[in-house]
């Protein structure tokens, strides 16, 4: 595991950028695992920046997302769809038909699983990139999600509806329910790019960095994985 300490965010997000751009540009057809939430939001808008300064272009480029609130549509501004439509595929050349997330409001949450794995099947990450919860976990693989997991339905535990609380109206409003990709899913990734920031995430950052490999931290696996490159700014990495 690369870790790379930078001095804040802005940092943070030109160097994770840099990374997946050079993939892209050394394999235009490339498939990017994506994430939401607040760490990744720079390395998009840095992505972009590059994007129109420089021309890289994402027009054969493929994404899968990791996961989607249960009960969201698409047009849902806080579903992460439009997340990922407003902070970094309306922003490149991307055909949205090449972009891929689990639907939160299929009818049937088991048949929607089953939908992804298969399509993950066939795309296999050239790069994933990640966030981490302050309890380690990684998609909203929660702690003591088994390393063998694939999408599923997850009940979001109490500590990250409040994490995530800050994005909506009122805690209420938040999804008690989720589709994420499982962690076997993500370890499939050719590489894996984590992008952290801020004090908050130091203990999930030690446990996912030195401590022991478990699922009871589930970010641990990526001591398991032959290509990871942790990016996060000097309070996240404040206890390695
Ligand atoms: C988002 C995701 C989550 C976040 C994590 C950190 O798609 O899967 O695992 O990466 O909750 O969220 P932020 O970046 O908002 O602190």
């Known amino acids: 595991m690369k870790v790379i300490v930078t001095e804040n965010y802005e940092e943070m997000s030109e160097k994770a950028a ?3 751009i050079d993939i892209v540009k050394n394999n235009p057809n490339a498939i ?3 994430a939401t939430g607040s760490s990744p939001v ?3 808008q840095n ?3 590059d994007h129109k ?3 890289t272009s994402y027009k054969n480029v493929k994404t899968v997302n990791l996961d989607e609130y249960v009960g969201l549509t698409a047009d849902h501004d806080q579903s992460y769809a439009y997340f990922m439509r407003a902070n970094l595929f309306d922003g490149l050349d991307i055909d949205l038909k090449n972009t891929n997330l689990p639907c939160g409001s299929a009818p049937d949450a088991k048949k929607e699983c ?3 794995n298969a399509l993950l099947e066939t795309m296999k990450q050239d790069v994933q990139v990640l966030g981490i919860g302050s309890n380690g976990h990684i998609g909203f693989n929660e702690p003591d999600t088994p390393f063998d997991s694939v999408t599923h339905l997850v009940d979001l535990t109490e500590n990250t509806i ?3 609380s800050r994005m909506f109206a009122s805690i209420d409003d938040v999804p008690r329910q989720a589709l994420s990709m499982g962690i076997k899913n993500i370890m499939q990734a050719k590489s894996i790019v984590m992008v952290v920031s801020g004090k ?3 203990k999930a950052v030690y446990g996912m960095v030195k401590g022991e490999i478990t699922p009871a931290c589930p970010a641990s696996v990526l001591q398991l994985h032959p290509f990871v490159t942790v990016v996060c700014d000097k309070e996240a990495a404040s206890l390695l």
Do not use: S, V
Request: charged content about 30%; cysteine-free.
């Open 47 to 49: 992505m972009i920046k």
């Open 53 to 55: 300064e420089n021309g």
């Open 18 to 20: 840099q990374i997946i």
């Open 42 to 44: 720079g390395t998009y």
């Open 32 to 34: 990017l695992g994506l």
């Open 162 to 164: 409040k994490d995530n």
């Open 200 to 202: 908050n995430k130091a």
């Open 114 to 116: 089953d939908r992804y």
